[in-house]
């Protein structure tokens, strides 16, 4: 491998491909190299990366180590805050990483005074002509004809290819002066005046024709009137919100996307089921994790797998410990990590209502089931949906404890969360995810 890299013959070998759902239908192809070829690629990538930093938009925030998603969001809240209407732009590129010009790509490096040695260059050719498999397979001697459109999404290299396909289309944005952000091919333009908006989408378009990625007219949603009052007249189609890497924004709060806000409910019913009810339905409920001590286990199972998904690693204790006093410099994990900048407290005390009344017609179920197959029904079976929200357990140690076995609440840690910001920042929050994201 270094002496392929010195002699200028280095050639990564094929990549194994396989396809993920995308959100909104269809299918993406990921192309994962072996170890040694994506080694180069990352070191390559954060080569490019660090030399490259100011040549890059700073309303460019996808793929990069200085920002990430949640400082897009919040640079979006923060302009739209300031006004009672505002023309918004919401476009998407179609297959834009399958379709972006080779040819472009190269006239970007060059024109754009970007820092590349000749070596980073010859990786840069080989990478992209890396043979795009079969879905499933690979083939160490595989060969295809040099691809002349896409770059292989999966492996780092790409990150930065993606993020200088659509420099010049930031650069044009920014000379019309229009306020903007974009994340890989999400681009949200707004601006107080019509005429520039159009502009921007006029620009929109000639990059669009430039780096060979159609615009995705079903989910593009062209020019809106962003207004508080979307029912008043107005000289054009208005909206409340918009949507944006999986948040909704209006001019005044932030709140979680209703696709989102979905996922969310299906995960938490999902664990509800399996630990509630998938056994008792099957009758082969274990009896023993109702009869070892006062509590059911499942129940308690439950509660720990839930805190976890929406907490991370903190317990109840630490947020109590959290919101009464300082809160330490610390990295959140757990889903709620990902929105911790949603503002809407009203969402956050319904999601946690759902939850809590999903838990306890499950229970009620359960204690049917149980009852049915002769078997007991320990604590906390036979409480009201109140009583479930602030259950505490007797520890069945000498000790008097007890264990702490309230319904995990989304509006706690959400507090938390934002506590955290305020005191440290979006850091606490925005490394969380790998590079690449396959959402959308």
Partial sequence: MTKALKSGSYDPRPPFTFSVPKTGGGERQVSTFQIADEVISLQVYRSLLTKNFPLLSSRAYAYRYDRGPHDAISYISSEFTRTKRIFVAEYD???????????????????????????????????????????GAYSATASSEPRTAGIPQGTSL?????????????????LLGVGFVRFADDTLIWSSSYEQICQAVTALYEASALIGSAIHEDKSKGIRLLTSVPSRPAEMTTTEHVNFLGHRLDLQTIRMKDSSLDKIKKRITELVYTNLLLEPSKGSQCSDRLTETNVDKDYVTLIFQLRRYLYGSLTESDLRRFRNGSIPKMKFDGVMSYFPLVNNSKELTQLDGWIATTIWLAMQKRARLLKAAHLGVPDPHGLSKEELITFKAQSPKATGGSTDLRIPSVRRISDVISLAVTTHGLQVVSSNGPLYSYEG
């Fill in 93 to 135: 590129f179609q297959d834009f990483f399958g379709s972006i010009s080779h040819e472009y790509l190269f006239e970007r490096l060059k024109e754009s005074n970007m820092k590349v040695t000749p070596l980073e260059k010859h990786i840069i050719e080989r990478f992209l002509q890396a043979p795009i498999l079969e879905s």
């Fill in 158 to 174: 790409s990150l930065f290819l993606a993020n200088l396909a659509a420099s010049e289309l930031d650069r044009s944005l920014e």
